[in-house]
């Protein structure tokens, strides 16, 4: 768009007349009508790369695995379909087994803090993120084009192993490429991104470490409108960063006091992006 110095007066009347001053006035004035846009968040592009393992889709189980343990897989795979297709899902929760226990030892207070909420757990446990990738991939979120959830709430990576030199980049990117599948096949729903929790006793275990390294990542893929973030790691540490054994006995799965634990912590951040009335019991 090009504009004439008189037009600009005539938008403008207190443009001024001086030659080498309407020129920059003229560039300000041009920005407020053409505002720069905003780089657009990673995920809205749906496409990622696969040539990283993180990436590489593949279905359960991988070969360090029982082969028999095929046939139960898919039929998770196929009940998490249906589960998502035969009824409405307000509350989606994605993950791997610290998602999925919520259905085990953490079934009580699943029940207690979500069984009136329309929500339903596809957590599937040792899962990494070319699982569930493969999960989404065929029909995992298809039951839910029609109405999308209010809420998808995704942690996984634990289980992913990575490439040391990478310092996380890989398994960020594999969490990367989950949001992007979940944005494009859910545009209307939020997202709660969760930074993997703090495994091993100390800060020092190299678990740990990773998953620092990961989280640190993963955080740069927040925009505060679709994609949201809540850390709530430190609940499950003491003072020192040590983990708590009482909340999560092996140092990396929550107990069931873990999950009431998650869940009170979780519970603000859930009623603001679920829309709910801030005195709901």
């Not at 030659?19 to 920005?31: D, Y």
Request: charged share 25%.
């Amino acid at each position: 768009m090009i504009l004439s110095f008189e037009l600009m007066k005539r938008i403008s009347p207190s443009f001024p007349n001086r030659p080498k001053i309407a020129a920059f006035s003229m560039a300000a004035l041009l920005a407020g009508l053409c505002p720069a846009t905003a780089d657009p968040m990673p995920w809205e592009n749906p496409a990622y790369e696969t040539t990283i393992r993180a990436t590489q889709a593949e279905s359960r189980p991988g070969p360090e695995e029982d082969p028999k343990s095929w046939t139960a897989w898919l039929r998770h795979h196929e009940d998490r379909k249906r589960w998502c297709t035969e009824q409405e899902v307000d509350l989606l929760m994605v993950g791997d087994s610290i998602v999925f226990g919520w259905s085990r030892v953490g079934n009580k207070v699943w029940d207690e803090f979500y069984g009136q909420r329309k929500a339903v757990n596809i957590g599937s446990s040792g899962d990494r993120t070319y699982h569930m990738l493969w999960h989404f991939q065929n029909g995992g979120l298809d039951g839910m084009k029609d109405r999308n959830p209010k809420l998808v709430v995704v942690m996984i990576g634990t289980n992913n192993r990575g490439i040391p030199e990478l310092h996380g980049h890989d398994t960020a990117y594999g969490i990367l490429a989950l949001l992007k599948e979940i944005h494009a096949k859910l545009p209307e729903s939020k997202i709660l991104l969760m930074p993997i929790f703090p495994r091993g006793d100390t800060p020092e275990d190299p678990g740990r470490l990773r998953n620092d390294e990961i989280n640190a990542i993963l955080r740069t893929y927040v925009d505060g409108k679709t994609v949201h973030w809540l850390d709530i790691g430190h609940v499950f540490l003491d003072g020192e960063g040590r983990m708590n054994r009482e909340l999560m006995p092996d140092a990396l799965h929550p107990n069931e006091e873990g999950y009431r634990v998650w869940a009170k912590a979780m519970e603000p951040t859930l009623r603001k992006l679920l829309g709910e009335e801030s005195n709901q019991p």
